[in-house]
């Protein structure tokens, strides 16, 4: 996800602070996948949140059963209102 989603999906922190916290090794680093371009993965950052809220995260023994994970990123970016916004269905 973008860096502006990913500041979002943790919690909502800026991304100033989100740049902070990568730049002091705290947070997971940003993955380069073309050009300029920069992405973080949602797994990486659930790992992350799990350490800050004191939970060991070894690695997933199942699959989180939560919603599609960029449409939860998206709703806490305030991107989409829970409905779709494709004509495509």
Not at 60 to 83: C, L, R, V, Y
């Amino acid at each position: 996800m973008s860096e502006e989603l990913a500041a979002s999906y943790v919690g909502g922190i800026s991304v100033t602070t989100l740049r902070r916290e990568v730049a002091e090794g705290r947070a997971p680093k940003p993955h380069h996948i073309s050009g300029r371009r920069v992405v973080w993965f949602i797994e990486e950052l659930d790992a992350w949140m799990d350490r800050i809220k004191g939970q060991s995260a070894p690695g997933p023994t199942h699959p989180k059963q939560t919603q599609n994970s960029w449409e939860a990123a998206a709703q806490a970016a305030g991107k989409i209102s829970g409905q779709r916004r494709s004509a495509l269905r």
